[in-house]
């Protein structure tokens, strides 16, 4: 395979182009690619959670935890936070959890199906705290300096134009705000990865197939992984969105990442 996925988040690739996207290991359109992504969402929402569980072997949850431990919510002063393609509410939970009675987290999702599934499940547990926005991570239906921090968890490699929503969510933060995204990653340990491989490729469809009925589904998400860029070149597309003091920390031996960003005026 010729070419790569630049830090500008271009794919050099012959016949590639900025009217493209990659769609697991397919090249389609742009319009095409939200769509189908929104297609293969629809048809999971319900078993989200058991998604990740497969996805990750359970470990997602730990994953998660490590998140909030990085974005800390305050308990004592008030907190406006974003999650981002967070529609079953996990993140949001979790962040409203840690933080004080002030915080707030608007849940933003393209797919209303995985909305429904999140307000289902906050119920009136979090009432007055929470709220479930339908809208684009590219364009964010959103005020400019509104947020004090941003979350996106295992969603940014579905968007068609990841630049774009980077640079929305650099818009929507309030000067001193933090971008946190939680992603899948590149294994780096040899041994590891080809069991990894082996697991995702081969078993995980098969349980999507067995357990959801949806092995297309399962396949798409795995291959997904596998085109996102290296966390090197992903750190380069936080920094050209403008937001400093970009760093990345792997973690269970690379099989995610998560990336830290903050908007400093």
């Known amino acids: 395979m010729s070419g790569t996925s630049t830090g500008t988040g271009r794919d050099t690739r012959a016949g590639a182009d900025e009217t493209t996207a990659d769609f697991g290991y397919e090249r389609v359109r742009l319009s095409e690619k939200q769509a189908r992504v929104d297609d293969v969402f629809r048809s999971v929402a319900r078993r989200y959670d058991l998604m990740n569980d497969l996805m990750s072997g359970g470990l997602h949850r730990a994953w998660k935890s490590h998140l909030i431990g990085m974005l800390r919510p305050s308990r004592t002063r008030p907190v406006r936070h974003l999650d981002v393609a ?158 400093s003091h970009v760093t990345h920390r792997r973690l269970s031996g690379g099989i995610v990442a998560i990336h830290s960003g903050w908007k400093i005026s």
Do not use: Q
């Open 86 to 243: 967070g529609g079953t509410g996990d993140i949001a939970f979790r962040t409203l959890e840690a933080g004080g009675p002030d915080t707030h987290v608007t849940v933003l999702d393209i797919n209303e199906a995985m909305l429904r599934v999140g307000a289902e499940r906050a119920g009136t547990t979090y009432a007055g705290r929470i709220d479930f926005v339908t809208g684009n991570a590219e364009t964010l239906p959103l005020p400019a300096d509104t947020f004090d921090s941003y979350t996106i968890a295992f969603g940014i490699r579905n968007v068609p134009r990841i630049d774009a929503a980077l640079a929305e969510a650099r818009r929507v933060l309030k000067p001193g705000g933090r971008f946190l995204c939680l992603e899948f990653s590149r294994v780096d340990l040899p041994v590891l990865e080809k069991i990894y491989d082996a697991y995702s490729f081969h078993v995980i469809p098969r349980i999507g197939a067995r357990v959801a009925g949806d092995r297309e589904s399962y396949r798409y998400l795995v291959e997904s992984i596998r085109k996102f860029p290296s966390p090197g070149a992903f750190a380069g597309m936080i920094e050209a969105a403008g937001f």
